[in-house]
């Protein structure tokens, strides 16, 4: 595609843990002491939970029917069963742009720096945006929103960049340019089309392991005393969410920036995190989840690749999720709610869920399947899904409608191939 050799791959190699069982001749068959299944003659029967029935048992006739009955039903259960419920935004959050458009990239862009403080305290709970606007806009500009796993200053190859820190897994800060590199992000291919980009590092809003809540923003909702107990408390994934929200916050009132058409994209567990930001916020005009995998876009229920009991096991990663999603470890069909839910509640907004041949880990069928299910929703807005129930093949990018899905050859994260297919979605769509 014309925009291959602009594009550059961007490596999430905080998925080393995930990613080699994608990448390996022979994935693990053992992970956190439970078996993991990659037959699909053992993947099991199930039956998915009814979008199109209310809990009183009436049906889901209209779209209206959808967004003022249903939809605020199926919110409710995800946050009580999955994620956890998020507060709404504080009341002193305030911005400081000390970066308020500085020419980049030969004067095709200008570059804009905010930080985001979630209180009055200025010395925590904050975090920073990075922006590129094309310098040729004269109007408001759709805005590609990256969530990202780099600090913004090792994000993006621009020397100007405020100069970050990333958290290690000790719960220590350290200068990111000491970290591990994840690579760059090449932004001028959306720019030269008119697309913004931004970018936000998920340790500014809360460290990625499990005592992160001592120090991020959920840390700071706890009452003094207080343990994450409570079985409907926001887990990590909600808290990464609830910063996309308050970048959106930022977004409205920025006058370079259309609020109405931002974008999110994010991958793995930012993947999941973006498909909850969209679903919560329905201010995001569009979501790209990238290999979301168990608790994203992949249907629970199929014993195939990790599994809830996997991702909620104490070892691995049970803080990114509410209490409660751990009771539906051992039997998932217990669980009132499933992939196909969060991935109806982005209707009638565009979504793409990109997926790996290879990743089988994160169970690129589940999450076709999700999509072929959630399609009754988008028709009640006389939108498209996948069409078929018919597996794609890789790289076939004839499934790119309002419920899209595309799964690249490779395993876990994204190729430079995908930011080809990003690029075109968000011009088609917004």
Same mark, same amino acid.
């Given at each position: 595609?014309k925009?291959?050799?602009?594009?550059m791959?961007l =490596?999430?190699?905080?998925?080393?843990?995930i990613?080699?069982? +994608?990448?390996?001749?022979?994935?693990a068959?053992?992970?956190?002491?439970?078996?993991?299944?990659y037959?699909?003659? =053992?993947?099991g029967?199930?039956?998915l939970p009814?979008? *199109?029935?209310?809990?009183?048992?009436?049906?889901?006739?209209?779209?209206?029917d959808w967004? $003022?009955k249903?939809?605020?039903e199926? =919110?409710?259960?995800?946050?009580?069963?999955q994620?956890?419920?998020?507060?709404?935004?504080?009341?002193? *959050?305030h #911005?400081n742009? #000390?970066?308020?458009?500085?020419p980049v990239?030969?004067?095709?862009?200008?570059?804009?720096?905010?930080?985001?403080?979630?209180?009055?305290?200025?010395?925590?709970?904050?975090m920073?945006?990075?922006?590129y606007i094309?310098?040729k806009?004269?109007k408001?500009v759709? !805005? !590609?929103?990256?969530?990202?796993?780099s600090?913004n200053? $090792?994000?993006?190859?621009?020397?100007?960049?405020?100069?970050g820190e990333v958290? $290690?897994?000790?719960?220590?800060k350290?200068?990111?340019a +000491?970290?591990?590199? #994840?690579?760059?992000?090449?932004?001028?291919?959306?720019?030269?089309? &008119?697309i &913004?980009?931004?970018?936000?590092?998920?340790?500014?809003?809360?460290p990625?392991y499990?005592?992160?809540?001592?120090?991020?923003?959920?840390?700071?909702?706890?009452?003094?005393?207080a343990?994450?107990?409570e /079985?409907?408390? %926001?887990?990590a994934?909600?808290?990464?969410?609830?910063?996309?929200s308050?970048?959106?916050?930022?977004?409205e009132t920025?006058?370079q920036?259309?609020?109405?058409?931002?974008?999110?994209q994010?991958?793995s567990?930012?993947?999941?995190t973006?498909l %909850?930001?969209g679903?919560?916020?329905t201010? #995001?005009?569009?979501?790209?989840?990238?290999?979301?995998?168990?608790?994203?876009?992949?249907?629970?229920?199929?014993n195939?690749?990790e599994?809830?009991?996997h991702?909620?096991? $104490?070892?691995?990663y049970?803080?990114?999720?509410?209490?409660?999603?751990?009771?539906?470890?051992?039997d998932?069909?217990? +669980?009132?709610?499933d992939?196909?839910?969060?991935?109806?509640?982005?209707?009638?907004? /565009?979504?793409?869920?990109q997926?790996?041949?290879?990743?089988?880990?994160?169970d690129?069928?589940?999450?076709f399947?999700?999509?072929?299910?959630?399609?009754?929703?988008?028709?009640l807005?006389g939108?498209?899904?996948?069409?078929?129930?018919? *597996?794609p093949?890789?790289?076939q990018?004839?499934?790119l409608n309002?419920?899209?899905y595309?799964?690249?050859?490779? &395993?876990?994260?994204?190729?430079?191939?995908?930011?080809?297919?990003?690029?075109?979605?968000i011009?088609?769509y917004?």
């Amino acid at each position: 595609m014309k925009y291959l050799s602009q594009v550059m791959l961007l =490596l999430f190699a905080t998925f080393i843990s995930i990613a080699s069982f +994608s990448q390996q001749k022979e994935p693990a068959k053992m992970v956190a002491g439970i078996p993991v299944n990659y037959d699909e003659a =053992l993947v099991g029967t199930y039956t998915l939970p009814d979008l *199109m029935t209310l809990s009183n048992g009436a049906k889901v006739k209209s779209a209206n029917d959808w967004l $003022t009955k249903r939809r605020p039903e199926v =919110l409710r259960l995800i946050e009580e069963n999955q994620f956890g419920k998020m507060p709404p935004r504080p009341a002193d *959050m305030h #911005f400081n742009v #000390f970066d308020k458009g500085t020419p980049v990239f030969d004067g095709k862009a200008i570059r804009k720096q905010v930080t985001v403080y979630f209180s009055k305290d200025t010395s925590s709970y904050k975090m920073d945006l990075l922006i590129y606007i094309p310098a040729k806009a004269d109007k408001p500009v759709p !805005l !590609l929103f990256e969530i990202s796993f780099s600090a913004n200053s $090792t994000s993006v190859n621009d020397p100007g960049i405020k100069a970050g820190e990333v958290w $290690t897994k000790e719960g220590k800060k350290i200068p990111a340019a +000491s970290g591990v590199s #994840f690579g760059k992000l090449n932004v001028e291919p959306f720019l030269a089309q &008119g697309i &913004g980009v931004a970018v936000v590092y998920y340790g500014d809003i809360e460290p990625d392991y499990k005592k992160g809540i001592e120090f991020g923003i959920r840390g700071k909702y706890l009452k003094p005393g207080a343990t994450w107990t409570e /079985p409907n408390e %926001w887990g990590a994934i909600s808290a990464w969410a609830w910063g996309l929200s308050r970048a959106m916050d930022y977004f409205e009132t920025d006058k370079q920036v259309d609020a109405k058409r931002v974008a999110l994209q994010g991958t793995s567990r930012l993947g999941k995190t973006v498909l %909850w930001a969209g679903a919560h916020d329905t201010r #995001f005009a569009m979501v790209i989840a990238s290999c979301s995998g168990e608790g994203g876009a992949a249907i629970s229920r199929r014993n195939y690749g990790e599994t809830i009991k996997h991702i909620t096991d $104490t070892s691995r990663y049970f803080y990114q999720f509410a209490p409660n999603y751990h009771n539906y470890g051992d039997d998932p069909s217990k +669980s009132p709610v499933d992939a196909h839910m969060l991935v109806a509640l982005m209707a009638p907004r /565009p979504v793409l869920l990109q997926t790996g041949d290879t990743d089988v880990w994160s169970d690129p069928k589940g999450e076709f399947l999700a999509a072929v299910a959630a399609e009754p929703v988008y028709q009640l807005f006389g939108k498209k899904g996948p069409g078929t129930d018919i *597996m794609p093949k890789a790289s076939q990018a004839d499934l790119l409608n309002t419920l899209g899905y595309f799964m690249h050859a490779g &395993g876990h994260g994204t190729i430079p191939s995908d930011w080809n297919i990003y690029l075109d979605y968000i011009k088609k769509y917004l």
